[in-house]
């Protein structure tokens, strides 16, 4: 028979309540007929005594051991425990460790497992980014409250200006209000039955003012509300808006000046005849001079006219900036292979130009030099001189001959139903073509075509990263985020928050340090949104001190250029919009905020949230609070220390975790949130008093 | 007796031509480049008349028009404006402003008279 044995902790605590009863008995027995009072004394202190040891061994364990199965159970299977000295927990620390290796074991298999499926979601989604990336017009989908759900490249780098564009933002902040209202309530469905119009067209400024849009906007049909919205498509036509308004002006101007000579010209013939009848011959030869004046001014005022009202027909054509070699790609893609010529390519430059009647015209002249010419290969080259660029065909043989290129040019394009020559697009472009020998090369010739450049074109690829996280199809799954004045009972991984961070000249802002560089990033519905974050550096009008250099890296060297402080203030200020703040020890950041925003004319009202509290919050069990301690505590990799930008994005993936951890501590919503971060204030605040 | 047309139009061709022809038809012509030209004129005559250009190298046409107006005795003086611009808005702004008729640029010289004529003697 198996003799009973207790387990070690319940021994070692029986052994010591044992000990204390035994230990009670014998002062009992021996104190209290000589001295009650220190009969009782002793009893008390070895109660004392008992509970001392009871709660290093066991108590104080335990707690570290709770909170450490919290992290490992919600967010770092990894956790070390943070159990230190001795205890009589046995073996239950290690066995809470092998219990989070199980759950990472676990979790993997599970992501092993949904892996297969997410390949096939993340083929589906990437396609659609594709779509989305490659189409030329900016797209943005809103949900039925404004919020912004969805945007692409092109959308990005149109409202560039803009610095309130981001996901769960509202269009409001990123367009001219008014025009949207109106075209949505035009969309709205009416009483009546009577169908609303599917979609509808607008032209509306940025909210900066920097660029005039034509939007096109479509109602999503949809039952679900969690879905509806709106989806829409932006165009840039600030330059056509502007260059027409130019224009108009010079055509105006150029009227007027027709007018003074005509009026002249007028008077003074009829004062000519006048002296002419009354024999006064001085008169009149003043008089025909001055006929031959105004004559002359009337025809160069003529041809002032006459230049404007050509510029109006090739004004009317929508330029566009297009990549020769894009262009000539397509057209290898989709033109009739047989009869194209081979075609060696080299492009790499941008003109002004209507894309589609271009590619036509390069087309239709290629096909004509298989066919007529017999050519069977082509080098096409581009060329930036001036501010043209010139578009260069060069094969083995003859030259096309003048006449027979007139042929060319004047016949119709065949996909637009030949009512348009090549001449004409050529023409439409302001040029033409022509063929002339290589002559750098015997027994080759060229075709010439010279077209206008695109010389302010800035390739997006090189401001753009390649796979950008800012159209993330996730963040349409979620909750739709519910308005403003819920904020406080709204759940906390619901909100928007911006985590943000100061560099600064020195500590004291009350006594003239100032803020050298801002970093911030968005978190939106518990996602960091690593394509929307704010950097700027802020030129603090002092020298920055060694010792602060020495911190962050930022001389003085680097922020000559930089705005001033103000206005990079007031420019995060429009990125944070109404989001909560979030910061690592967010009241010093926030010190230097608030002393800054009277001069900038802003109010930084927002609810704040701070990391740092938080973790104190949550992990009493340790002093370790330092940004790195909570990183590694927490499973976050830390980069970029002491750059605003770096603890920002930081701090934002410390605060994902902390808003996962706080429901075990029944801190659900914002005002929950904020209640408990004002305690730990108090409870700090009185350490420090102690 | 003669009467007096103050010209103001900065156009030297057509003020030596207008001046020709209303000078022939009997009026006696002073002729001004300028609103300060003008101010200076009308300190040595009294015009019964004033044609002015809208767009004076110095300062508006209709500046002009509103400063004689203001002058004692020059309360009722018609002025005739002459403009390049043919918006309608143009005439409205002229009559608002005090003048007596609005002439668009170019205009017939005979015409021009009639209506001078026309205007001297309403005037009257």
């Known amino acids: ?690 | 007796m003669y009467k007096n047309i103050l010209l103001v139009d900065h156009e030297s061709n057509l003020a030596t031509a207008l001046q020709f022809l209303l000078g022939h038809a009997g009026f006696n012509v002073t002729l001004a480049g300028t609103y300060a030209e003008a101010e200076a004129a009308v300190e040595t005559m009294r015009p019964d008349l004033a044609l002015i250009d809208a767009n004076l190298p110095d300062r508006s046409g209709y500046d002009l028009c509103q400063a004689l107006l203001a002058r004692p005795g020059l309360q009722h003086l018609p002025v005739l404006m002459l403009t390049t611009r043919s918006l309608e808005v143009e005439r409205e702004k002229a009559l608002s402003l005090g003048a007596t008729d609005f002439v668009v640029k170019p205009f017939d010289p005979a015409g021009m008279l009639v209506r001078v004529q026309e205007l001297l003697r309403e005037a009257a």
């Open chain 1, 1 to 690: 028979m198996r003799a009973f044995r207790l387990p070690r902790l319940r021994k070692r605590l029986w052994l010591t309540i044992g000990a204390l009863a035994a230990a009670e008995l014998i002062a009992i027995i021996l104190l209290v007929p000589l001295h009650p009072l220190l009969a009782a004394a002793a009893g008390a202190s070895g109660t004392l005594a008992a509970g001392f040891v009871i709660d290093r061994r066991i108590g104080r364990p335990l707690v570290a051991t709770e909170r450490g199965a919290g992290i490992i159970a919600t967010t770092n299977p990894g956790h070390r425990l943070e159990v230190r000295g001795r205890h009589w927990l046995g073996r239950l620390p290690e066995t809470v460790e092998q219990l989070g290796g199980a759950v990472a074991r676990s979790r993997r298999e599970l992501e092993e497992a949904a892996a297969a499926w997410t390949t096939r979601i993340e083929a589906r989604k990437a396609r659609l980014e594709t779509i989305l990336r490659e189409i030329r017009e900016g797209v943005l989908v809103c949900g039925p409250d404004g919020r912004i759900n969805l945007y692409n490249r092109t959308a990005r780098e149109l409202l560039s200006a803009e610095p309130a564009l981001g996901l769960g933002r509202n269009i409001n902040e990123v367009l001219n209000e008014g025009p949207l209202r109106h075209t949505l309530r035009l969309l709205e469905p009416r009483e009546g039955g009577t169908d609303a119009p599917a979609d509808a067209e607008l032209v509306c400024a940025t909210a900066s003012g920097e660029r005039l849009l034509r939007c096109r906007v479509a109602r999503l049909a949809t039952d679900d509300p969690d879905t509806a919205g709106f989806v829409m498509t932006l165009q840039d036509v600030s330059r056509q808006t502007r260059s027409a308004l130019r224009r108009e002006q010079r055509l105006r101007e150029a009227v007027e000046a027709l007018r003074n000579p005509l009026t002249s010209l007028n008077t003074a013939s009829e004062t000519l005849r006048l002296a002419q009848e009354a024999g006064l011959t001085e008169d009149a030869t003043r008089f025909s001079g001055m006929i031959s004046e105004e004559t002359h001014r009337l025809t160069e005022g003529f041809k002032a006219l006459s230049t404007e009202t050509m510029s109006v027909v090739t004004d009317n054509w929508r330029l566009e900036d297009v990549h020769l070699g894009s262009l000539v790609d397509g057209i290898k893609q989709t033109g009739d292979s047989a009869a194209l010529p081979r075609i060696q390519c080299r492009a790499d430059v941008w003109v002004s130009a209507e894309p589609y009647l271009l590619s036509q015209v390069v087309e239709a002249l290629l096909a004509r030099l298989v066919t007529e010419l017999d050519v069977s290969a082509v080098a096409l080259s581009g060329r930036e001189e001036g501010s043209l660029v010139y578009l260069e065909m060069n094969w083995s043989g003859d030259v096309i001959a003048p006449d027979q290129l007139d042929e060319w040019l004047d016949a119709g394009l065949e996909d637009v139903g030949g009512t348009v020559t090549l001449r004409e697009v050529l023409q439409r472009h302001d040029t033409t073509a022509w063929s002339q020998p290589d002559l750098s090369r015997t027994g080759r010739a060229l075709l010439r075509l010279p077209l206008p450049g695109a010389p302010e074109k800035v390739r997006t690829t090189e401001i753009v990263p390649a796979r950008p996280e800012f159209y993330d199809f996730a963040v349409e799954d979620s909750e739709p985020v519910r308005p403003l004045g819920a904020e406080a009972e709204a759940s906390l991984a619901s909100l928007d928050y911006v985590v943000f961070d100061c560099e600064t000249t020195g500590l004291a802002p009350s006594q003239g340090d100032e803020i050298v560089s801002i970093g911030a990033v968005r978190i939106h519905r518990g996602r960091v949104m690593h394509g929307e974050t704010f950097e700027l550096l802020a030129n603090p009008g002092r020298p920055i001190p060694a010792l602060a250099t020495s911190i962050h890296g930022i001389s003085d060297e680097d922020i000559a250029d930089a705005p001033p402080v103000e206005e990079v203030v007031r420019r995060f200020h429009a990125y944070a919009g109404d989001a909560v703040l979030v910061g690592f020890n967010i009241a010093f950041d926030m010190r230097f905020l608030r002393l800054k925003q009277r001069r900038c004319g802003v109010r930084f009202d927002n609810p704040t949230l701070d990391a740092l509290l938080l973790s104190i919050l949550l992990h009493d069990h340790t002093g370790e609070h330092t940004m790195e301690s909570v990183a590694d505590r927490l499973g976050v990799g830390v980069g970029g220390r002491h750059t605003a930008l770096g603890d920002s994005l930081t701090t934002a993936e410390i605060f994902t975790r902390l808003i996962e951890l706080l429901p075990g501590e029944s801190i659900t919503t914002l005002s929950e949130a904020i209640a408990a971060q004002e305690r730990m204030v108090e409870f700090r605040r009185q350490q420090r008093a102690f």
